[in-house]
T-cell receptor, first 112, second 115 residues
Framework: KAGVTQTPRYLIKTRGQQVTLSCSPI?????VSWYQQTPGQGLQFLFE???????NKGNFPGRFSGRQFSNSRSEMNVSTLELGDSALYLC???????????FGPGTRLTVL | QQQVKQSPQSLIVQKGGISIINCAYE??????FPWYQQFPGKGPALLIA?????SEKKEGRFTISFNKSAKQFSLHIMDSQPGDSATYFC??????????????FGKGTRLSVIA
């Protein structure tokens, strides 16, 4: 079974731009969560989607948004990029009724 | 507010030795406690997880010990190998079985196993 895939793997943007990251969950997994990983703050929860609805949201500004499609694929968008948004963005998928979150390899975003 | 505190930040262990990483949590509503292993350039991978109704869980060389009254849990890696060198994260969440709540992570422990 294929794992969680994330595209692109690397991105370089400049301040003020916007970016869209994509995540394809494991087949059959309907819940998708997004996390931000930085050396200073560690792994922090951004949001979680299930059946195209946001069920949980972390403590991030409104510049961070996401959505989920009917095939469970998810995208997250960051608008008006700031230097501090440079991070590894991880997506995780979960099968209904279980707790295990399976992580993808992440998208490394660098904001210059 | 850091809800899950992990220590140590880094750990060096001789090959064949025991690696011990500790975590403490504050929220008594947490009822699912996984440990993740992350290699450079990779996403975290689930290693082992425990729920508060048991005090210990073992899978191969990896053991979680859980102390509900002290609100602490730890990961023991027996017979540590150079291939175990990675960053380890403890985590906690609420709503076990619902798949409905976010993981709260510790800051991570960088383990180096030297020959």
């Amino acid at each position: 079974k294929a794992g969680v895939t994330q595209t692109p793997r690397y991105l370089i943007k400049t301040r003020g731009q916007q970016v869209t990251l994509s995540c394809s969950p494991i087949s059959g997994h309907r819940s998708v969560s997004w996390y931000q990983q930085t050396p200073g703050q560690g792994l922090q929860f951004l949001f979680e989607y299930f059946s195209e609805t946001q069920r949980n949201k972390g403590n991030f500004p409104g510049r961070f948004s996401g959505r989920q499609f009917s095939n469970s694929r998810s995208e997250m968008n960051v608008s008006t990029l700031e230097l501090g948004d440079s991070a590894l963005y991880l997506c995780a998928s979960t099968r209904v009724g279980t707790d295990t979150q399976y992580f993808g390899p992440g998208t490394r975003l660098t904001v210059l | 507010q850091q809800q899950v505190k992990q220590s140590p930040q880094s750990l060096i262990v001789q090959k064949g030795g025991i690696s011990i990483i500790n975590c403490a949590y504050e929220n008594t509503a947490f009822d699912y406690f996984p440990w993740y292993q992350q290699f450079p350039g990779k996403g975290p991978a689930l290693l082992i997880a425990i729920r508060p109704d048991v005090s210990e869980k073992k899978e191969g060389r990896f053991t979680i010990s859980f102390n509900k009254s002290a609100k602490q849990f730890s990961l023991h890696i027996m017979d540590s190998q150079p291939g175990d060198s990675a960053t380890y994260f403890c985590a906690a969440s609420i709503g076990s079985g619902s798949g409905n709540t976010p993981l709260v992570f510790g800051k991570g422990t960088r383990l180096s196993v030297i020959a």
